[in-house]
């Protein structure tokens, strides 16, 4: 009963260290034994060696799937703010146009879009390369949901705090550098770093483009090893390593710049 009780955390306490570390232990015992345990009664006999050889093609498929997210999440930062501030304009075409663009990209399927950007689009305009074209897709996918968490931390500021530094003489610009970025960055912080997360994901879609990034290279792989459960669960470990650290740091995020009502 005892041992039971150290499980237990009272109401509105979040449990002591060594409790959260008991705690994760036992969940990635249970998981794991759950997922050898699936596996033995397939009598599969995983060998992780064969991957080994690919080691350089893994890396460079690795390190081009970083640099797509990176470059994808500084451009859908800035597709998704001039969208966001094209919703807040009074120019009410503008408006119509970035609603239209927002409730497009997330009420259809990104394999949709990048069927459809980099066939019909990119080749209309000529866009040849495919690390760009990936790039693009990524960053007008990304931006429309960046546009909402933008849009949601600006609606998020009072107005009165507006009308308090027209009142004290700032000017626009100096109400959007000093009273709304701090605000709206310390609110949009958090949820920014989960969509980067989501960013890094999404790009394995890529692939159906053949953009040489770390699914596409692991499908290479497969395909002469013949080692599919090993591939693919090493590209799973391998993405883990990339999204772990960003929801670690999203939640300390969420913690640091928490609002309380």
């Given at each position: 009963m005892k041992l039971f009780n150290f499980f237990i955390i009272k109401e509105n306490n979040k449990g002591t260290r060594l409790q959260a570390v008991v705690s994760i232990i036992i969940a990635c015992v249970a998981f794991l034994g759950f997922f050898f345990w699936s596996v033995s009664r397939l009598g599969l006999t995983l060998d992780f060696s064969t991957l080994f050889v690919f080691r350089y093609r893994i890396f460079d498929g690795f390190i081009t799937t970083i640099e797509l997210s990176i470059v994808s999440l500084i451009l859908s930062l800035l597709i998704g703010f001039v969208s966001a501030l094209g919703t807040k304009s009074r120019i009410l075409p503008l408006v119509y146009f970035c609603q239209v663009y927002v409730q497009f990209i997330r009420g259809t399927p990104l394999i949709m879009q990048v069927y459809l950007f980099f066939y019909i689009?990119?080749?209309?305009?000529?866009?040849?390369?495919?690390?760009?074209?990936?790039?693009?897709?990524?960053?007008?996918?990304?931006?429309?949901?960046?546009?909402?968490?933008?849009?949601?931390?600006?609606?998020?500021?009072?107005?009165?705090?507006?009308?308090?530094?027209?009142?004290?003489?700032?000017?626009?610009?100096?109400?959007?550098?000093?009273?709304?970025?701090?605000?709206?960055?310390?609110?949009?912080?958090?949820?920014?770093?989960?969509?980067?997360?989501?960013?890094?994901k999404d790009s394995s879609l890529l692939s159906l483009i053949s953009v040489i990034e770390l699914t596409q290279t692991i499908r290479e792989i497969s395909a002469t090893n013949f080692a599919i459960f090993e591939c693919y669960l090493f590209l799973g470990l391998l993405y883990l390593s990339l999204t772990l650290p960003l929801s670690m740091l999203t939640k300390v995020l969420e913690r640091r710049f928490k609002y309380e009502n």
């Amino acid at each position: 009963m005892k041992l039971f009780n150290f499980f237990i955390i009272k109401e509105n306490n979040k449990g002591t260290r060594l409790q959260a570390v008991v705690s994760i232990i036992i969940a990635c015992v249970a998981f794991l034994g759950f997922f050898f345990w699936s596996v033995s009664r397939l009598g599969l006999t995983l060998d992780f060696s064969t991957l080994f050889v690919f080691r350089y093609r893994i890396f460079d498929g690795f390190i081009t799937t970083i640099e797509l997210s990176i470059v994808s999440l500084i451009l859908s930062l800035l597709i998704g703010f001039v969208s966001a501030l094209g919703t807040k304009s009074r120019i009410l075409p503008l408006v119509y146009f970035c609603q239209v663009y927002v409730q497009f990209i997330r009420g259809t399927p990104l394999i949709m879009q990048v069927y459809l950007f980099f066939y019909i689009i990119g080749t209309a305009w000529n866009i040849t390369d495919r690390f760009i074209a990936g790039v693009l897709i990524l960053s007008i996918f990304s931006g429309a949901y960046i546009s909402e968490i933008i849009r949601g931390g600006l609606d998020s500021i009072d107005a009165t705090q507006l009308e308090a530094a027209k009142a004290v003489g700032l000017n626009n610009s100096q109400t959007l550098r000093l009273v709304v970025l701090p605000q709206l960055t310390a609110r949009i912080l958090p949820a920014l770093a989960g969509q980067f997360a989501s960013i890094i994901k999404d790009s394995s879609l890529l692939s159906l483009i053949s953009v040489i990034e770390l699914t596409q290279t692991i499908r290479e792989i497969s395909a002469t090893n013949f080692a599919i459960f090993e591939c693919y669960l090493f590209l799973g470990l391998l993405y883990l390593s990339l999204t772990l650290p960003l929801s670690m740091l999203t939640k300390v995020l969420e913690r640091r710049f928490k609002y309380e009502n």
